[in-house]
C-alpha cells in the first residue's frame, strides 16, 4: 500500500524557515519523481516544486523560485522541501505526491504551515 506522510508544518514568522519531510512507503521510491503541492485557505491546488528520481533535477513554481529547495534522499525513501524567506502567502497545506505517467497518482494527507506575526 502506497503511503505518503508529510512533516514539519507549524507556525513561523515571516522570513523564518521550514523544512518538510515527507516518508515514502509501500513503492519502489527512486523510481518516481516526486513532488509538492500546496493548497493555501479557500483556494485550489497549486504546484510547487517538482524533483526527478536521481534528484538531479529539479523543478519549481515561480513563488517558490530562489526561496524553495527540493530535494531527495533514495536510502532513506525520504522527500523534503526547505522553505526560507517565508511570505504569509506561503501560507497554505503542503502535500508531497508521487508521479506516474505523467499524473500525481498517490497523495500525502498534508502538512499544515502558516506564515504569520
Known amino acids: 500500500q502506497v503511503q505518503l506522510v508529510e512533516s514539519g508544518g507549524g507556525l513561523v514568522q515571516p522570513g523564518g524557515s521550514l523544512r518538510l519531510s515527507c516518508a515514502a512507503s509501500?513503492?519502489?521510491?527512486?523510481?518516481?519523481?516526486m513532488y509538492w503541492v500546496r493548497q493555501a485557505p479557500g483556494k485550489g491546488l497549486e504546484w510547487v516544486s517538482g524533483?526527478?528520481?536521481?534528484?538531479?533535477?529539479?523543478y519549481y513554481a515561480a513563488s517558490a523560485s530562489g526561496r524553495f529547495s527540493i530535494s531527495r534522499d533514495n536510502a532513506k525513501n525520504t522527500l523534503y522541501l526547505q522553505m526560507n524567506s517565508l511570505k504569509p502567502e506561503d501560507t497554505a497545506r503542503y502535500f508531497c505526491?508521487?508521479?506516474?505517467?505523467?499524473?500525481?497518482?498517490?497523495w500525502g494527507q498534508g502538512t499544515l504551515i502558516t506564515v504569520s506575526s
Open positions: 524533483i526527478d528520481r536521481g534528484g538531479d533535477s529539479t
Open positions: 505526491a508521487r508521479g506516474l505517467d505523467g499524473a500525481l497518482d498517490a
Open positions: 509501500g513503492f519502489t521510491f527512486m523510481s518516481n519523481w
